[in-house]
């Protein structure tokens, strides 16, 4: 049986308080969320990590999986280069 991947992504950006509603929603009992926290699942950041499949992903973060809701968190996502640009950041 394929395990199932996250439910839903937090994308943040650092020092906005993602590890904080990482803790909070790990302490929920139908929620699984990525483990192990560090490093990072730096799955869709990181060509080579991206490259190796979805699988590899669910194999490797949500092996422990088998909550109502699992979910990965992406601090990095908003000061990557190539994740849009909100306007507000354009003033």
Same mark, same amino acid.
């Given at each position: 049986?394929?395990?199932?991947?996250?439910?839903?992504?937090?994308?943040?950006?650092?020092? #906005?308080?993602?590890?904080?509603?990482?803790?909070? %929603?790990?302490?929920?009992?139908?929620?699984?969320? $990525?483990?192990?926290?560090?490093?990072?699942?730096?799955?869709? %950041?990181?060509?080579?990590?991206?490259?190796?499949?979805?699988?590899?992903?669910?194999?490797?973060?949500? $092996?422990? #999986?088998?909550?109502?809701?699992? $979910?990965?968190?992406?601090?990095? $996502? #908003?000061?990557?280069?190539?994740?849009?640009? #909100?306007?507000?950041?354009?003033?």
């Amino acid at each position: 049986m394929r395990k199932k991947g996250p439910t839903f992504l937090i994308a943040g950006a650092p020092r #906005s308080g993602t590890t904080w509603l990482y803790h909070l %929603l790990d302490r929920h009992p139908e929620v699984y969320m $990525a483990k192990p926290v560090r490093p990072e699942p730096k799955f869709f %950041l990181v060509d080579e990590l991206y490259e190796r499949g979805l699988q590899h992903y669910i194999d490797t973060w949500f $092996a422990g #999986s088998d909550a109502h809701a699992s $979910a990965d968190i992406h601090p990095q $996502a #908003s000061a990557d280069d190539s994740a849009p640009r #909100s306007p507000i950041n354009d003033r």
